[in-house]
């Protein structure tokens, strides 16, 4: 199968740059994907990378590399209800493939 | 335009009974995923589905678990004989075209307890 590792968790105060890298093990995809979710709540969409480069939608920006095969999420001037769990995810034929997810803490 | 609906929201089913899990995709899709979380955990593939087929379902075990997308009606996943280990949460998501490579809407969730 395909294998997308993030980090499992990441601590960030109030305001700052927060960046959640992803690396993964895949060739032949077509893009790779960002999903927000909080506790108990469904996966949102936050950003697509069909090409290599970065892409920016408001305080959220995601990288896309894919001879490094690596990509990250960019958070800015954080805010407490950044506080989620953030994955990254490719297509490959037919299936989805989500990372295990990092979880962030934004603290005051 | 309503999202994508799951429901029952929670369900709790007793070790050998059958849980049926349904979802209603967003107006207009015609794809529908369906994804099992357990705590802490990503979302892991189950079944890939378009109006009346089964398209992928190389993510659901053979054996207990069956889905269906009738031409008319909700998306439905059927565990059988359900065990402890079943207990997890469980999306469906919903794509309006059959690349929908970038978005996926997904829907609340039906958190399935086995006691």
């Known amino acids: 199968g395909q294998s997308l590792e993030q980090p499992s968790e990441v601590t960030a105060v109030e305001g700052a740059i927060v960046q959640i890298n992803c690396t993964y093990q895949?060739?032949?995809?077509?893009?790779l994907s960002w999903y927000q979710q909080h506790d108990g709540g469904a996966p949102t969409f936050l950003s697509y990378n069909a090409l290599d480069g970065l892409e920016e939608t408001g305080r959220f920006s995601s990288f896309l590399s894919r001879s490094d095969s690596y990509g990250y999420l960019l958070l800015q001037e954080l805010q407490m209800k950044d506080s989620a769990s953030y994955f990254c995810?490719?297509?490959?034929?037919?299936?989805?493939?989500f990372g295990s997810g990092t979880k962030l803490n934004v603290k005051p | 335009n309503a999202g994508v609906m799951q429901n029952p929201r929670h369900l709790v089913r007793r070790r050998g009974q059958e849980a049926r899990l349904r979802c209603s995709p967003m107006k207009g899709h015609s794809h529908v995923y369906w994804y099992r979380q357990l705590p802490e955990e990503g979302l892991k593939f189950m079944v890939y589905l378009q109006k009346e087929n089964i398209i992928d379902e190389s993510g659901m075990p053979k054996e207990r678990f069956s889905a269906e997308f009738p031409k008319e009606g909700p998306s439905i996943l059927r565990i059988q004989q359900v065990v402890r280990g079943d207990s997890a949460a469980y999306f469906c998501?919903?794509?309006?075209?059959?690349?929908?490579?970038?978005?996926?809407?997904f829907g609340p969730g039906t958190r399935l307890t086995v006691l």
């Open positions: 998501a919903s794509s309006p075209t059959t690349s929908g490579v970038g978005e996926q809407f």
């Open positions: 995810a490719v297509k490959y034929f037919n299936k989805f493939y």
């Open positions: 895949t060739s032949g995809f077509y893009g």
